[in-house]
């Protein structure tokens, strides 16, 4: 057990829909980051956040957003969804930057 | 570029040794690291190494980088049952440390 929690663990929706996603980081991170997880990409990094600033963006449409809260909760926030957004999405903490602990992910599926 | 590639199988018998290799691009990276991944489970960090150094040992697992040839490998020795699962490479990226990652390889170990 990491210590980053993410809910829900599964997540069935229909396309067109908006869903978010949420991220409680290990006690006393400021670091989070999101990656998406797919068949055909791998693991791809998608936003970073740290004490409540964004930080880092890497490859994330412009249909998903994130923010990072007071108490440091993350949630990623997928509009108008694609079938091809289906993945796995994982979150992880970090202290420092240096090593990053990934939480278990929520499962993604577009119908 | 930035692709990290590695082979995607690799199959041993149990108590042999595993060798997963790995590639990176960015001669920059000042930590690669070593991940693993369960069937339905999140990443786990396994080990990583700093750009300064050839190799780490820590207990079966053992992590050689050639940084003339950006070269990073993984050896577990004695490989138990329980090892089997898709191990990837890391390279992190830039200061904020996003991680830029292969696509796995997933080791099996027959008994």
């Known amino acids: 057990d990491s210590g980053v929690t993410q809910t829900p663990k599964h997540l069935i929706t229909a396309t067109g829909q908006r869903v978010t996603l949420r991220c409680s980081p290990r006690?006393?991170?400021?670091?989070v980051y999101w990656y998406q997880q797919s068949l055909d990409q791998g693991l791809q990094f998608l936003i970073q956040?740290?004490?409540?600033?964004?930080?880092a963006k890497g490859n994330i449409l412009e249909r998903f957003s994130a923010q990072q809260f007071p108490d440091l909760h993350s949630e990623l926030n997928l509009s108008s969804l694609e079938l091809g957004d289906s993945a796995l999405y994982f979150c992880a903490s970090s202290p420092s930057g240096r090593f990053q602990y990934f939480g278990p992910g929520t499962r993604l599926t577009v119908t | 570029g930035e692709d990290v590639e590695q082979s995607l199988f690799l199959s041993v018998r149990e108590g042999d040794s595993s060798v997963i290799n790995c590639t990176y691009t960015d001669s920059s990276s000042t930590y690669l690291y070593w991940y693993k991944q369960e069937p339905g489970a999140g990443l786990q960090l396994l080990t990583y190494i700093f750009s300064n150094m050839d190799m780490k040992q820590d207990q079966r697992l053992t992590v050689l980088l050639n940084k003339k040839d950006k070269h990073l490998s993984l050896r577990i020795a004695d490989t138990q049952t329980g090892d089997s699962a898709i191990y990837f490479c890391?390279?992190?990226?830039?200061?904020?440390?996003?991680?830029?990652f292969g696509k796995g390889t997933k080791l099996s170990v027959k008994p």
């Open positions: 890391a390279e992190s990226k830039g200061s904020q440390g996003n991680l830029i």
């Open positions: 956040y740290y004490n409540g600033e964004e930080r």
């Open positions: 006690s006393g991170d400021l670091s």
